[in-house]
């Protein structure tokens, strides 16, 4: 089969690989339909996710059609249309039995921090993605979800992760009627975590980021007030101001791992990799938010030095939530969708590439070129 | 000055009416119940489809690197990219030396990427399909997809700095080679004598 294959810091190309087999009686085979390119997939791409091995193929964001079962699998069967979210989950550990089922503990052999992500490093247990023909889903009856007829392809993608993680975020940020929500960070995720934060009852959102093509879609999407931070002496000065001096009573950090805002954290960030995600960043959701309220780090915070600074500020009381996205809010979001709550897909701008041009895809998601929020990727007929 | 100052006193921000809102924003405060929100309460048990209390084990075809945090090998992983050469041997380092809570475990597997990158690339150079910088960056987008006016019409920052890159990506490598050849000629040099 045809598949993107990681090849080092900033080089994909699509090679030949074996089909997946079946390595688990609960595993399905899934013919990948539809795939995207996720903001944390750049985080790979830069090399910036320890243990992210040449010879992976990322996608963590894919639905497509189940091709072949494990003898246990019950729910699915061959034919199947179906979105998988990106977390993988056995559905009985500790964890999953209480509804942490994005921290499963029997499905990432590599880190107990953190449960099992398709393509997201081996740190996440080394699995191969979606970006791909085809794609081993292991824990086939737990994870997997049927497409209902009426949902397109576009939109089912965005549910196995941006959507679903966006939402989970405001969810997260226990927004309240009348509270003041801010949202670091307009990429896709943040720009749907601030679509959601309405749903809850925010009275304000508004959304923090430097690129304007993405402020204008948070504000005609998401119905935001902006700040652009690169127009602004001091982003947290500015967010008082808009709040007569209290801050906001939520504060979603939805910055990614490469945050590049200033030369400091381009050099030991983007370059060095001595630190993924945005101290600036992080600081500002700190500082941003009124006393007592909440902040949520949504973003792409790295596994080593910069978690030592969120571990002591939540010893210090700072922070009430950092917990990564779930797949358990896919279904819910799926339902929302049909009742209209949630956007659709064709509201955004997204850059389809065929499986070939994925490498272009990729240079075009990370350098931000031609006003792209997401690619989309079509593993098509080769 | 006006007795009602927001967080002075005990008044709030003014802030727009819920019938405002809702007339304003579509699906305003449809999930204002928090027991209408998905995974609410947290951390209860749910239907979640696996019909085993521990799940079958997945073959070990090959030894497995796991955490030392982890107790047994977890019974399902992925099997994608196995360890091998130089990267595997401080990835193996660091998966049998280091807990999760120290920063030497991270940053050796960082430092087991970028070895991985280059045994890859020079693995690559003998066979026939080598590493090509320019289709597998897709820098050609630069020229196709308006990379210039996505930096020159933007607001964005990152630009400003984009000046030290060729320092921090080619740095290293003119000074290793610059190493390499001094070391080289103090070798021969040596050995002349």
Known sequence: ?382 | MSEQIPVYTAAAPPVPSPAELRARIPGWGVDLDPADRPAYPRERPEETGAHWQLPERQPETSPRERSVEHEMLPPVFGTTAPLHGLSGAVRRLSYRRCSEARAAHWLLLIAADRVDAVESHLRSLATARPDNPVTETGVRTELTQGGLAARRDSSRSDPRHRWSDPFIVAGPWVLGGAAAVLGLRRLVRGRRR
């Open chain 1, 1 to 382: 089969m045809r598949a993107m294959v990681y090849r080092g810091p900033y080089k994909v190309r699509v090679e030949e690989k074996d089909v997946p087999a079946i390595e688990h009686p609960n595993d399905a085979i899934v013919r990948v339909a539809l795939a995207a390119i996720c903001g944390s997939d750049l985080h790979l791409y830069h090399g910036m996710m320890p243990d992210t091995r040449v010879g992976t193929t990322f996608g963590h964001e894919f639905i497509g059609v189940v091709e072949q079962v494990g003898p246990s699998v019950e729910r699915l069967k061959v034919g199947d249309r179906v979105m998988v979210p990106f977390n993988i989950s056995c559905g009985s550990c500790y964890f999953c039995s209480r509804g942490l089922l994005s921290n499963c503990h029997n499905v990432n052999p590599n880190a107990t921090a953190v449960g099992g992500i398709y393509a997201y490093s081996h740190t996440c247990g080394g699995y191969d993605g979606g970006q791909a023909e085809y794609v081993r889903v292991p824990f086939a009856d737990v994870g997997p979800t049927l497409i209902p007829d009426w949902m397109d392809d576009e939109d089912a993608v965005l549910l196995t992760d941006a959507v679903a993680t966006g939402y989970f975020g405001a969810q997260l940020g226990d927004i309240g009627e009348g509270d003041t929500v801010v949202v670091l960070g307009a990429g896709p995720v943040g720009l749907f975590a601030a679509r959601s934060a309405w749903f809850m009852g925010a009275a304000r959102v508004v959304v923090v980021d430097q690129l304007e093509y993405r402020l204008e879609k948070a504000r005609t999407f998401a119905y935001a007030e902006t700040v652009n931070f690169a127009e602004v002496d001091d982003v947290v000065v500015q967010l008082k101001r808009t709040t007569s001096g209290l801050g906001a009573d939520v504060v979603i950090d939805a910055v990614g791992a490469e945050a590049d805002g200033n030369l400091i954290q381009h050099v030991t960030g983007a370059k060095l990799k001595l630190q993924g995600g945005s101290p600036v960043a992080l600081n500002w959701a700190i500082d941003g938010v009124r006393k007592g309220g909440h902040r949520l780090g949504h973003g792409g915070l790295r596994p080593d030095l910069q978690r030592r600074e969120v571990r002591r500020r939540r010893e210090q009381g700072a922070d009430p939530a950092d917990e990564p996205g779930t797949c358990q809010a896919t279904v819910a979001a799926a339902l929302r969708a049909r009742a209209g709550r949630l956007p659709h897909a064709e509201r955004h701008r997204h850059l389809r590439v065929p499986l070939e041009h994925i490498a272009d895809g990729y240079h075009i998601f990370s350098a931000k070129l031609d006003d792209c929020i997401k690619v989309l990727v079509e593993p098509g007929e080769g």
